[in-house]
């Protein structure tokens, strides 16, 4: 058709760009493109409307794209960002050379390069017919990738249900301490956002595997954050108070043995303690804190507060 200079019978309008084609490439190459023919009017070629605005702040990819419908030959030596469009094109016109090919392409990226994998991850996850890409990146997550993403911080930035999968993985096995760590950094990222859902994450974790110190360190955090839902925090203080029993634990009688709220307005911690004081009962303790906390007097809550998280761990509640 190029060869023997054969006039184009469709055009390609990606914004306000025509691309000239021939209807006969479009079907041998992508049926959803040869079944977007439209004669908008009679006396001009039919169009071919490319809307997505990927596309149309890219045209040279969809150039490249078309021209290669002719030989099936294209240079995929290119930056991640085009790689994705030709990919993307790809699926969206069922364009399955390509397709294989850039598959191919994005593939080694994922497997040689961290940042390739978090920017291939959500780019696949974007797209409602990515999943094969999307498999490989989880595919490629091993123990050394799990440390990364902690420690890059990059679960802040993903959306639920790609944290939700990651815990789903069979291999590597994720030990429980991280997988709270990762729910943190994930939560506190958007914390009114993400409220919601943090519960349905926490069910990923299993605290009676748990070991003492990572039982304490997420303890600590529920009182400290002051910042998550009290019935999550209250159910995962008592799970974890079993766990440490379980563990003969020294303080495990002592651990979040009483868990009392903020009174009135004060309701965005937890409080957990074990509370005897001298020649109080654990019981008198409680209630003088209600009644500071219920009070006038600003310096007292803040004294009451402090003692109380001082010591939490050396009291026993009786």
Known sequence: LITNEIEPDVIIKVGENEIPAHIVALKLNSNLMENAVTNLQISK???????ETDFSESVDIVKQAITSFYNREINLECNLKDLK????FALLYEVGWLLELTLKKLTGMVEANYHNFIDLYKFASSIIFCKSLKKICLNTIDAARIDQLIENDDLSEMDYILVWEIFQLKNPVIQE???FEMIRQWYEHDIEGRQPQIKQLLKNVNFNRMNHADCNRISDWIIESNTIDESVGIEVTNTIRVRLQGLNAPDAH?????ITKELENKKKGILRGTLTIEELSADEVLQCAREVLGGDNENQKDDICEYLKDHRRRLITK
């Open 254 to 258: 002592i651990t979040m043995q009483t």
């Open 85 to 88: 469009l030709f990919h993307k």
């Open 177 to 179: 301490g991280k997988k």
């Open 45 to 51: 070629l039919p169009i071919v409307h490319i809307l």
